[in-house]
Every structure is written in C-alpha cells, then in structure tokens.
C-alpha cells in the first residue's frame, strides 16, 4: 500500500534559544518533508511539541510523522499520530486513508475497511483508497466485494497496474482463472517487469493444467526477483509434470533457503 506526504509549506515563524545548533525554520519544514523517514520524524516533532502551530499546520505534521513511522514499520505509532491529524483535520481522507493502511499492515482488516471507507466518502474519485478496500476485503475472503472495489479502481485509473494484478488474484482465488489471466495479461502489458504479475499467471496456468506456460511465467518472475520464494516454490510444482527431479529439488531448496516454512503457508 502506497504511503503519502501532505507537503507543508513554511507559513509562520519560529523562535529558539540563542543555541548556535537550533535548526532554523526553513530547516524544520524541509525535514517535515523529506523522503527518509527518521529526519522526517526529527523536522515534524519540532513542529508538533510545542502545540501552537495552527490546527491545518500541526494536523500535516502529524500525517507526516505518522507515514514516517509507517514506512519504519511502527503501526502503532504511526496510528496514534493519525488518530491525532484526524482530531484536528477530520476531512483529510489522506489521513483516513493512512491509518487505515496501518491497521491494514497490523492484519486489523476491519479497522482498515472502516477507515477507507471514511477515505472514499470524502474523495469518491481516490482510486488507491478503493484499491486498498478492495485488498482488505480479498484478505478476509470476501472476494466478490473486493473485485467491486477493483472494478472502481480500474474505471477511476484505467492503468492502474496494481488493481488490474490484485482483481486478477481475486479471480484466481475463486479459481475462475481465464478471468484472472486477462487481468494479469493487462498488468503485465501496462508493466513488463511486474514481477509479481508473472507469477500470479503462473499460478493461473497451473490451475488450468498448463504447467509449460506456468513454468515460463515462473521464470520471468524470478528473473525479475531472485528472492520472490512463492514463484520458486510453484516452479518446482509446475516441473513435477515434467520429470525434472533435479530442477524440482533445486528450486525448492532454492525457495525454503528464503522462506523455511514456505511449503506450509502455501499448502493452506
């Protein structure tokens, strides 16, 4: 799920001790913004702690630590500062839109439901918010209604690659795979080196039973990513067809060495 930056332009003043050390504003606000995450937290918390910017400033500093600590891995974190931008900005869907894909990256799939659903109600036309439903409603099984959301996606962002992949991996899941192969077969056309894309269709081939043209996807995925275990793991599947023994040990041994228990999630 895709992260997002409100970009805070430097509208007020500040003053600091005399300290030759203390970063001037313009310093502060670049740090607000910037792309890596811990100089982000660093410019925001100046902005954030004293509490007098003006409720629209601090509410943009917050979503931008809150995505700081979000692209650091620290859910709960980033939440409590999305919880905070939203108490003083409740129409920012961007905000909604952030929290929910931290409660999304926690597994808490409801939580995330509900909060690009506040996403949606206030920017109807944001095809990443009805992407990222529709992937928490296809991680809860309810595949129908995720490729609704797809579908969405898709008429608001007609190359939008990644809903083309995740529509088509509904499909698959309701094992109507010809369905899921078109939309792979978009994908793959709008990104030629969407790895995951390639494998998915290989993973649509095997269900038909074409373990040549599953094999030749598998390749093309781990060509692209040498390190994507599930797509070493279905090669070696897709070559049981073929009697290659030293071509299926090599390739699930390739796969366990990334991911030991690869064999078992996959066998779920």
């Known amino acids: 799920m895709q992260g997002r930056l409100w970009v805070l332009l430097p509208l007020l003043c ?11 504003h313009a310093q502060i606000m670049t740090w607000c913004n910037d792309s890596d995450p811990d100089l ?7 902005l954030i702690q004293p509490g007098k910017e003006p409720a629209k400033v601090l509410a943009g500093a917050l979503f ?18 999305f919880d905070a931008a939203i108490k003083r900005n409740p129409n920012d869907s961007a905000a909604f839109y952030s929290r929910g894909s931290a409660y999304f990256a926690k597994g808490q799939t409801d939580s995330a439901i509900q909060d690009f659903d ?20 296809r991680e809860k099984g309810q595949q129908d209604r995720a490729i609704q959301d797809f579908d969405k996606a898709i008429t608001l962002k007609p190359n939008y690659t990644d809903a083309f992949n995740n529509r088509g991996a509904a499909y698959l899941a309701m ?17 030629p080196n969407f790895a995951d894309a390639f494998r998915n269709r290989g993973g649509a081939y095997l269900v038909k039973d074409q373990a040549g043209l599953a094999i030749k996807d598998f390749d093309s995925a781990i060509k692209l990513n040498p390190r994507d275990a599930m797509a070493l793991y279905y090669r070696s599947v897709a070559k049981q067809s073929t009697g290659d023994s030293n071509g299926i040990a090599k ?18």
């Not at 982000?40 to 100046?46: A, V, Y």
């Not at 996403?119 to 928490?136: H, M």
């Not at 094992?175 to 990104?191: G, H, M, V, Y």
């Open 40 to 46: 982000r937290i660093r410019g925001c918390s100046f």
């Open 64 to 81: 931008n630590q809150g995505n700081a600590y979000e692209a650091k891995g620290q859910y709960d974190l980033a939440i409590q500062d």
């Open 251 to 268: 390739d699930l041994a390739a796969a366990k060495a990334i991911d030991p228990d690869i064999a078992n999630k996959l066998s779920h």
């Open 175 to 191: 094992r109507q795979a010809e369905r899921a192969i078109q939309d792979f077969d978009s994908a793959i056309k709008l990104n």
């Open 14 to 24: 500040y003053c600091f001790p005399a300290a030759a050390a203390a970063p001037t």
């Open 118 to 137: 506040s996403a949606i109600l206030l920017d109807p036309k944001d095809a990443t918010a009805f992407n990222n439903r529709g992937e928490a409603y």
